[in-house]
T-cell receptor
Framework: KAGVTQTPRYLIKTRGQQVTLSCSPISGHRSVSWYQQTPGQGLQFLFEYFSETQRNKGNFPGRFSGRQFSNSRSEMNVSTLELGDSALYLC??????????????FGPGTRLTVL | GQQLNQSPQSMFIQEGEDVSMNCTSSSIFNTWLWYKQEPGEGPVLLIALYKAGELTSNGRLTAQFGITRKDSFLNISASIPSDVGIYFCAGRGTDKLIFGTGTRLQVFP
């Protein structure tokens, strides 16, 4: 089975712009979670989608949003980018949401740099 | 954001030594996961634990789900240079996965 894929791998944007990141989960996995990783804050949970519905949400401003499609692929969007949004954005997929196997498998991440 | 207490923060050891790291939480968890992350890559799942007291091995790695359900331990035996990386614990109660602050491991030949 192919692993979790994320595109693009690297992205450079300027303040005020918006960005969309994409994640394709492992085939058969219906849950997709997004995380922000920075040296200072570590791995922070953004949100989780299961069967096209947002199931959980972390403590991030409304500029961060996401969605999931019927084929389980997910996108996250960040609007009005700030310098502090520079981070590695990781997507993880699992078979189920809050019930069932909880093992999450991560993609390689998208490195976003905001100038 | 919420993070689990993971210790030690970093370790510098000689090849062949054993390594121990742990993770503690103020909340009870139903699942503990251990991941390893190498530079430029996403975390890779090493071990999953689902039951209090459970002890699970994956090669030279052994992890335990604490009896109180508030902690977990990871041991690496006979370390080798390719064990270098950052190790994260992650715990899950009823909803989202919460990650530890990470243990950076350096192995010297």
């Amino acid at each position: 089975k192919a692993g979790v894929t994320q595109t693009p791998r690297y992205l450079i944007k300027t303040r005020g712009q918006q960005v969309t990141l994409s994640c394709s989960p492992i085939s058969g996995h219906r849950s997709v979670s997004w995380y922000q990783q920075t040296p200072g804050q570590g791995l922070q949970f953004l949100f989780e989608y299961f069967s096209e519905t947002q199931r959980n949400k972390g403590n991030f401003p409304g500029r961060f949003s996401g969605r999931q499609f019927s084929n389980s692929r997910s996108e996250m969007n960040v609007s009005t980018l700030e310098l502090g949004d520079s981070a590695l954005y990781l997507c993880a997929s699992s078979e189920a949401g809050t019930s069932g196997p909880n093992e999450q498998f991560f993609g390689p991440g998208t490195r976003l740099t905001v100038l | 954001g919420q993070q689990l207490n993971q210790s030690p923060q970093s370790m510098f050891i000689q090849e062949g030594e054993d390594v121990s790291m742990n993770c503690t939480s103020s909340s009870i968890f139903n699942t503990w996961l251990w991941y390893k992350q190498e530079p430029g890559e996403g975390p890779v799942l090493l071990i999953a634990l689902y039951k209090a007291g459970e002890l699970t091995s994956n090669g030279r790695l052994t992890a335990q789900f604490g009896i109180t359900r508030k902690d977990s331990f990871l041991n690496i035996s006979a370390s080798i240079p390719s064990d270098v990386g950052i190790y994260f614990c992650a715990g899950r109660g009823t909803d989202k996965l919460i990650f530890g602050t990470g243990t950076r491991l350096q192995v010297f030949p």
